[in-house]
Structure formats: structure tokens, C-alpha cells
């Protein structure tokens, strides 16, 4: 008697959980065609269009000159190289921060979110070409440094890698510190007290409890970072100097070179998929999961 | 009291102005719109050509901007209905029309008769001439600056950083010019992947002291003013704006690479008889004269020097003066229509090594 009942009930529950799969699946539905019509049907078009001639015909033209050309190459590998050196530098200059912002009082820490912040509201183009008045080689920083004597002649800070990578990191570095700032804000100061407790040194104590705590949102920084660089346009074209070019700055000069479409898509194809491979040996690396669980 | 009359004033005042536009609008619905580059070049052109030859036709014209030919191409392929008249070089109206989304120019509307050689085509009514040039810094050459190419690829006899344009057009020429091409013979040369070869590699003897890449006039009028770099190739007019701004620039018409901008109508264009029309009108030399004032872009239309609509020295500054042409060569579009992509695929090559 009991055995069957608690079976009813078993099924009871089963199918309550059915009911509210299915709720929740109803719930989830117009995103989900949300991400279909926004995301996925324009990625299947420029897929598509990428295999699209000049002369409207199905073709594999737009392949065929990125495998010709040396140029393609190089500028992959130089958005890959920038992209990954801002990502470092975001990291070695944000983490330190968030850290200190993560230990200070909340109040002071507010104030220094608004430092953080400040910048972040202000656009891009003028933040871009502030670094190119401060730092080309009449500007503010060359021309202060040359007349206290501290330079015999000016330094080439922009219109090459180290100008992008300036001005990238500065842009960038908001989107490394706000998610690792809340991750390290929810983690428990009293796990780092009780390693000391058992006598680890504070810096033992950082390494091996702070630390991988922090890691879920620092990967989360380092991704979102790493991913927006790779399409970054205006920066690299202003500071580069022509030095630095980019996939998006190609994509943006073949469509006026051959005015077709194909010609730019299949760039934008190549990049997402050099993109997506990046961060699957990425994931194999480092297990996202496994850091999720710990913390 | 007195603010309160100040208020009735305007408030009549503007009812009275939108009535007026709204009847001569109702009298003549013949409206088109132009879009061209903005900035010091399109304020020349709206004050000295779209409005007076508007109003001489008592039509309305509309401006905008855009962003070259790539736009008019998207415009038409995708039906929309933007704009009617573009403003653009003559290359870009050149492959414009290869691509077949240009209308014809009727030129037994539009009278070329007066125009300089080559200065009008199927699809383009040319309207200033400017040059490219090689410009100098004057704080460090003094007037011994670059006064060939010859002499801007030189980095022992001028050491000092350069900056070229981050798009092939005109380099290449420059580049020949400077390897002891005669002008006469540089598209010769060109005709052929290893004549295109051998300019970019006069470039590449000199890349260590290319010190920027320019992508726009602003730019490179920038470069110079702000002394970035020693000397530039670059647009004559804006080296002679950034000049009166306080820049210490100087060039040479020797390095001159004459080019041309016009007039041309995206296809379909539901006004096309009116824009054909209006085209006609602003070839007129009276408004070619007035638009130099503004900038140091010369006339098309030989008339503006045969009447002297120009005072002789404005006349003097511009690139078509027949004294300034004499030295220059100017710059051919069917040879971009032939090998821009692969000039172009080639130039980003040597630029990424």
C-alpha cells in the first residue's frame, strides 16, 4: 500500500516537473526566436554571401584571395597578437585594482568604481584621439618630458603597436574590472581567514584560496575583453597609424574595393571561426566548470 | 515687457517664414537632393555652387553627406531613394559606372565644350581639379624642401619621417616619378604587375621612414600642422587651409599629380531630366570662380580663366593654373578601373610586411 503510494506520488512529481519544464521552455521561447532572428539567420547569411562572386555567382573567389594575398594572414595574426596583449594587459593592470577595490571599505571602493566608470561613459572617439593629442610626438606627455630634461628627444608613443595598445587597454579595462570586482566583492573573507587561521602565510593564503575564487570572474573578464578587441576598428585606425591593421579595418576597405558583400563576409567568417576555435582550446585548458563549482 | 515683444516678433517672424517656404515649396515642387564630403570642401560648394545655381534654376536643392561611391552603389542595389546628385573623384564615378549603377551624363545637356582635356567622362561632370603633392615642414627644411619625388624618397639627402596614404591611389605614381619614370610614361609602366612591382618597391626602400599611414585630408593636414612627421604626400587645398590655420607647410607643383571631382547621378533616380539640368548649370564658370574662394581647387570650365572671373592671384594658387599644370601629370581613371584590386590587394601587402 505505502509502495504505491509513494510510486503516485513519484509520478505526481515527475510530472509537475515535466509541466514546468515545459512552462519554462514556453518561457524561454521568444528569446530563443529573438537569438534565432537577430543572431543566427544574419550569421547564416554572411555565410552564405561569402561564398557569393563578384559577378553574383556561386564561388569560393573570396576564400581563394585570402589564401593568395600574405596580407590576410598578417592581419589576422596582428588582431590576434593585439588582441591577446591588451587582454594580458587588462589582467595584469585590472586584477591588482579590482583586488584593492575588493578589500577597501565600500564607500571608498564606490569612489573608485566612479574613476573606473568615468571613462567608460565617455566615447570612444574622444578618448581615442585624446591619447593621440597627449601622446604624438609634439604632445603633451613628449613635449613636458623633453623640456624637464627627462627625454633627449621625443618617444613614439602613437601611430604604431604600443599607441593601439595604450588606448585599447584603456578602453577595455571597465570590462575586465566590473565582473571580477562583483566575483571578488561575493567571495566569503572568512575562507582567507581560516587559511590563515591554519597558518598560512597571507600570501599562501592569497594563491590558494583568493585566487581560484576569483578566477570565474576574472575568465569571465578576460573573454568578454579578449572577444570585443577582436572587432576594435577605430582605435587601432587612429593610433595605428596605419601600422596596426585589423580584420574589421579590411573588412571595412574590401567592401570598398570590390563592392561586394562576399568579399567582406568571408573575412568575417574566417574571424569568427578562428574566434570560436581559439576559445574551445581555451575551454580545454582551463575548465570553466570546475572553477564554477568551487566557488 | 520688452522680452514679451521680442517673442511676438520672432513668433511672427517665424510664421511668416514657414509660410513662405511652404508656398514656394507648393509653387515648386522641383526639389533635388545633392550629398557630397562635408567640411571646408562641401561649405565651398554649397556657398559657391548648390545655392546660387538653385536659385538661378528656382529649384530647391537639399544637402547631405555621405561616404563615396560605395554608398551610391548600396543606395541603388538596395531601391532606396537617398539622394539624386553625388559629389565624387573621378575614379570613384569610373568604377561607379564599370559597375553599372551610374546613369549616363546627356553632355548635349550638360556643355563640356569649354571644359579642359580629359575633365568630364560618361559618367562624371567634372567640376575642381585639385593635386596631390609632396608637402614639406618648413621648420625643418626651410624653402629647401622636397621639391621632386625624387627628392621625397631620398631619406640621405632629406633624412626626416614621411607619411604616404594608406590607400594605393596616386602613390604609385609618385613612387615611378621618383624611380626616373618620365610622367608621360608612368602609365606605361604601370600596366603590368611588374611595373606595379617596381613602385612598391621605391616604397618599400623608404617604409622604415614612413612614420604614419594617412587615411583622410584631415589627417594629414594634421600631421603636418602638428609637425608628427617632416613631410607628407597629401591634397594641395587642404596643406593651403592648414597654411592660413598656422601650419608650416610648403610644396612644390613639380610633385603635382593632377586628379579631378564631379557630378554624378546614381541610376534610377526619379528627378534624372531635372539633375541633368542642374548639372549643366553648375558647370558655369561664374560658380567654379566663386567656389575657389574657398578653397584652393581650380575650375574645370577654361572660362573661368579666359573671362579672369579669378582675381590673378587666387588664379595663381590653384593646381589648373596654367603656369601650376604645366609641371604636373595628371592622374588616369581607366587605369584604376583596370587594376585598383590587384594595385590595391598589393599596396595592403607591402604595407603589412
Known sequence: ?295 | MKSFCMVKKVAVAAFLLGFASFSTASFADETLRIVSWGGAYQKGQSVGIFQPAAEAMGITVKEDTYGGISDVKLMVKSGADKFDIFSSGAGGCASGGAEGILEKLDYSVIDVSNHLPGMYSDYCAGADIFSVVAAWNTETYGDNGPRSWADFFDVEKFPGTRAMRAKVDSQLEAALLADGVAKEDIYKVLDSEEGIDRALDKIRSIKPHIAVWWTSGAQHAQLMKDGEVDMTTGWNGRFDVAKLDGAKVAYDWKTGIMDWEGYGIPKGVKNKDLAMKYIAEMMKPEYMAEFAKYITYGPTNKLVYELNLMEEARARQMPSHPDNAKHQMTLRTDWYAKWRTIAAEKYTEMMTE
Open chain 1, 1 to 295: 500500500m505505502g509502495g504505491t503510494k509513494l510510486n503516485s506520488n513519484q509520478a505526481e512529481l515527475a510530472q509537475l516537473a515535466r509541466r514546468e519544464h515545459f512552462t519554462f521552455f514556453g518561457l524561454t521561447l521568444p528569446y530563443l526566436v529573438l537569438v534565432g532572428a537577430m543572431i543566427i539567420a544574419p550569421i547564416g547569411w554572411l555565410f552564405f554571401l561569402s561564398f557569393i562572386g563578384r559577378d553574383g555567382s556561386f564561388s569560393i573567389e573570396n576564400y581563394e584571395r585570402m589564401i593568395n594575398s600574405k596580407a590576410y594572414i598578417r592581419i589576422f595574426l596582428t588582431t590576434f597578437k593585439i588582441s591577446i596583449l591588451t587582454t594580458f594587459f587588462c589582467a595584469l593592470l585590472g586584477y591588482p585594482l579590482a583586488y584593492f577595490m575588493s578589500q577597501i571599505s565600500r564607500k571608498w571602493a564606490n569612489i573608485c568604481m566612479i574613476g573606473v566608470l568615468i571613462p567608460f561613459w565617455t566615447s570612444l572617439l574622444v578618448r581615442t584621439y585624446a591619447w593621440l593629442v597627449l601622446l604624438q610626438k609634439k604632445g603633451l606627455v613628449n613635449t613636458i618630458a623633453v623640456d624637464l630634461g627627462l627625454l633627449s628627444e621625443p618617444i613614439k608613443f602613437v601611430h604604431n603597436t604600443s599607441g593601439t595598445l595604450i588606448g585599447m587597454v584603456h578602453i577595455m579595462l571597465p570590462f575586465l574590472i566590473l565582473p571580477l570586482y562583483a566575483n571578488m566583492r561575493a567571495i566569503d573573507p572568512h575562507c582567507v581567514k581560516a587559511a590563515s587561521s591554519l597558518g598560512a602565510t597571507s600570501i599562501r593564503a592569497f594563491w590558494t584560496v583568493f585566487f581560484p575564487l576569483s578566477m570565474p570572474g576574472l575568465l569571465a573578464g578576460l573573454l568578454i575583453v579578449f572577444v570585443l578587441c577582436l572587432g576594435f576598428y577605430v582605435t587601432p585606425a587612429v593610433l595605428g597609424g596605419g601600422k596596426v591593421i585589423m580584420a574589421a579595418m579590411k573588412i571595412s576597405s574590401n567592401i570598398e574595393l570590390y563592392f561586394s558583400w562576399g568579399a567582406a563576409s568571408a573575412l568575417g567568417v574566417v574571424l569568427l571561426a578562428v574566434t570560436m576555435l581559439i576559445l574551445f582550446i581555451a575551454s580545454k585548458l582551463v575548465s570553466l566548470d570546475q572553477f564554477g563549482q568551487r566557488s
